[in-house]
Structure formats: structure tokens, C-alpha cells
């Protein structure tokens, strides 16, 4: 009986051994930044040099500081136009495919085209889009222009990244293109899960599309759409990479687009006006307004249950 346990314990050593490297690097690139970021947040470092400890003053100067605030409305103001785009057309795909009556061929097909802009990379994307939307030359105007020419109108170009009222409306319908392919293709999924009896015995009973939509779809794909809603508004409040590289910090639609995350990285990492440990705090208020926001979603969608 010894021999056995102790095979058993060498063998679970072994176990550890393959582990540790995961564990080691795990613990080194994310566990520790992480830690370190909180302690710095109580700290009065600037760049460089030992920091001093100065408690709750850096989240008192975050929470009193209407900048931080505006960047949060920023960001809001475009994730929700995002989601409500994003989330439409996903579920207004779900509706078509799922439907038993019309039958639509290619969803495979459809997916993969839906879900293309995924797999762009953001670099790409905002390069495309500023070629296309050009205030001057870029290819959406020209077309705007010429529609309007056929109709004896005069068309006025449109800045649609300079403009302070177009700038937020027109990155957010860039990231719900970039982003609808990807609830499609988990919300479809959630619904080819659901036994076909369930809208065959609906459709029997006179059952419309959106009445089975409304009944039978979204009920049962709730998990799924609890997960999207989520992520989606975890990334959405995290936006970055679209905003920055769209538009200039010299443009005068820049206050209007600037994101948490843009106003982070300006104290944590552009030349001349790094404060690393209000950078921390802003990173750490961030997280606790997405945790704050993700129980009130999770209260949402469990209050039936």
C-alpha cells in the first residue's frame, strides 16, 4: 500500500514540474503587473525614483477630475451606439437563419464573411477607414457627391473623423462592423442548440417569426446573450486601439473621441506628461466601474431565475 502512494505522490510531482514553467511565467507577466500597478496607485511616482506613499489621494484626484469624467462619457457614448448596432444586426441575422420557413442556405458561408473584419488587425482597419472617409478626397464623400449630383443637389463633404458631432458616431459604427460577426456567430450558435421541436410546435400553433423570437429564441439563448453583453462591455470600456490611431491629438474631434484608456496611456506613457501612479489609479477606477456595471448586468439577466 506504501509503494502505490508513494508512486502516486512521484507522480504527481512530476505533474507540478510540467506546471511550474505556466505558474512561473503567469506569476511574473500578469499576477505581479497587476499587484504592482495597485501599489503604485497609493503612490506619488512620477516617472522614476522611489515612490512615497500617499494613500487615497490619487482616486479622490481621479474621481474629482472632469477630464476622467469626460473620457468615460466618451467612451460610453460610443460603446452604446456600438452595442445597439452591433447586437441589432446580430440578432436580426439570428432571426433570418434561424427562421424554418424560409429556409436559407450558407450559413457556413455567411459566417465567415460576417466574421472577416474579426480577424483584421485594428492597425489595418483604421488605416482603410481614414483613406475611405477623408474629408476631401475619400472615396465615401466622392460617392455622397455624385449620388447627390444625379438628383441636381449640392453635396457638402462631410469631416467625418474631424467633426466633433460625427467623429464618436462614426468610430462606433466602424467597431460594431468589426465586432456584430462575432455575437452572430455565438448567438446562432446558442439557438442551433435549441431543439427544432420547440419552433416546429409554435409554427403549428400560428405562431409568428417574432412572436417565436420573442417566446421561445430569446429565453433560452439568455446565457449567451449574458456572456455577450458582458465582454462586450468589458472590451467596450477598455477602446483604444480604433480612437487613437483614427484621430489626431491636434484634431478638434479629439476630446470627443478620447476613451479611459486613450486618457490612461497619456499619464502612463506619452513623453512629457507621465504620471505613473495616477495612471495606476485611473487604471484601478476603470475596474471597479466595469466590475460595478458587470453585477448590475449579471442582477439584469438573473432576475427571472
Same mark, same amino acid.
Given at each position: 500500500?506504501?509503494?502505490?502512494?508513494?508512486?502516486?505522490?512521484?507522480?504527481?510531482?512530476?505533474?507540478?514540474?510540467?506546471?511550474?514553467?505556466?505558474?512561473?511565467?503567469? &506569476?511574473? %507577466?500578469?499576477?505581479?503587473?497587476?499587484?504592482?500597478?495597485?501599489?503604485?496607485s497609493?503612490?506619488?511616482?512620477?516617472?522614476?525614483? *522611489?515612490p512615497? +506613499?500617499?494613500?487615497?489621494?490619487?482616486?479622490?484626484?481621479?474621481?474629482? *477630475?472632469?477630464?476622467? +469624467?469626460?473620457?468615460? #462619457?466618451?467612451?460610453?457614448?460610443?460603446w452604446?451606439? @456600438?452595442?445597439?448596432?452591433?447586437? #441589432?444586426?446580430?440578432?436580426?441575422?439570428?432571426?433570418? %437563419?434561424? @427562421?424554418?420557413? +424560409?429556409?436559407?442556405?450558407?450559413?457556413?458561408?455567411?459566417?465567415?464573411?460576417?466574421?472577416?473584419?474579426?480577424?483584421?488587425?485594428?492597425?489595418?482597419?483604421?488605416?482603410?477607414?481614414? !483613406?475611405?472617409?477623408?474629408?476631401?478626397?475619400?472615396?465615401?464623400?466622392?460617392?455622397?457627391?455624385?449620388?447627390?449630383?444625379?438628383?441636381? &443637389?449640392?453635396? @457638402?463633404?462631410?469631416?467625418?473623423?474631424?467633426?466633433? @458631432?460625427?467623429?464618436p458616431? !462614426?468610430?462606433?459604427?466602424?467597431?460594431? +462592423?468589426?465586432?456584430?460577426?462575432?455575437?452572430?456567430?455565438?448567438?446562432?450558435?446558442?439557438?442551433? #442548440?435549441?431543439?427544432?421541436?420547440?419552433?416546429e410546435? &409554435?409554427?403549428?400553433?400560428?405562431?409568428?417569426?417574432?412572436?417565436?423570437?420573442?417566446r421561445?429564441?430569446?429565453?433560452?439563448?439568455?446565457?449567451?446573450?449574458?456572456?455577450?453583453?458582458?465582454?462586450?462591455l468589458?472590451?467596450?470600456?477598455?477602446?483604444?486601439?480604433?480612437?487613437?490611431?483614427?484621430?489626431?491629438?491636434?484634431?478638434?474631434?479629439?476630446?470627443?473621441?478620447?476613451?479611459?484608456?486613450?486618457?490612461?496611456?497619456?499619464?502612463?506613457? !506619452?513623453?512629457?506628461?507621465?504620471?505613473?501612479?495616477? &495612471?495606476?489609479?485611473?487604471?484601478?477606477?476603470?475596474?471597479?466601474?466595469?466590475?460595478?456595471?458587470?453585477?448590475?448586468?449579471?442582477?439584469?439577466?438573473?432576475?427571472?431565475?
Amino acid at each position: 500500500m506504501k509503494s502505490k502512494r508513494s508512486k502516486l505522490t512521484a507522480y504527481n510531482r512530476w505533474g507540478y514540474a510540467f506546471v511550474a514553467p505556466f505558474v512561473i511565467v503567469f &506569476a511574473i %507577466f500578469n499576477i505581479y503587473p497587476v499587484l504592482r500597478t495597485l501599489y503604485l496607485s497609493f503612490t506619488d511616482l512620477k516617472v522614476v525614483g *522611489d515612490p512615497n +506613499w500617499v494613500g487615497l489621494d490619487n482616486y479622490v484626484r481621479v474621481f474629482t *477630475d472632469k477630464f476622467f +469624467w469626460r473620457a468615460l #462619457g466618451n467612451t460610453v457614448r460610443i460603446w452604446g451606439v @456600438n452595442i445597439v448596432l452591433q447586437l #441589432g444586426l446580430a440578432f436580426l441575422l439570428v432571426i433570418v %437563419f434561424s @427562421n424554418l420557413n +424560409w429556409k436559407i442556405k450558407g450559413l457556413q458561408q455567411f459566417r465567415i464573411i460576417y466574421y472577416l473584419p474579426n480577424l483584421i488587425a485594428a492597425t489595418s482597419i483604421a488605416f482603410l477607414f481614414q !483613406t475611405l472617409l477623408d474629408h476631401r478626397f475619400g472615396t465615401f464623400n466622392v460617392m455622397l457627391s455624385g449620388i447627390y449630383k444625379l438628383f441636381g &443637389a449640392t453635396y @457638402n463633404p462631410i469631416d467625418w473623423l474631424g467633426s466633433p @458631432n460625427a467623429a464618436p458616431y !462614426t468610430i462606433a459604427v466602424i467597431q460594431s +462592423w468589426i465586432w456584430f460577426g462575432n455575437s452572430f456567430l455565438m448567438l446562432m450558435a446558442s439557438v442551433q #442548440g435549441i431543439s427544432k421541436d420547440y419552433f416546429e410546435a &409554435a409554427a403549428i400553433d400560428g405562431a409568428g417569426t417574432w412572436t417565436i423570437f420573442r417566446r421561445i429564441t430569446l429565453p433560452l439563448i439568455n446565457p449567451i446573450m449574458m456572456y455577450v453583453a458582458i465582454t462586450s462591455l468589458i472590451g467596450g470600456l477598455q477602446m483604444f486601439d480604433l480612437p487613437y490611431l483614427m484621430v489626431n491629438a491636434a484634431t478638434a474631434s479629439y476630446d470627443d473621441v478620447q476613451t479611459v484608456m486613450m486618457y490612461l496611456y497619456k499619464f502612463g506613457f !506619452t513623453p512629457g506628461s507621465i504620471q505613473t501612479s495616477y &495612471a495606476s489609479a485611473v487604471a484601478y477606477a476603470l475596474f471597479l466601474i466595469i466590475l460595478l456595471v458587470t453585477l448590475i448586468q449579471l442582477k439584469f439577466f438573473n432576475k427571472d431565475k
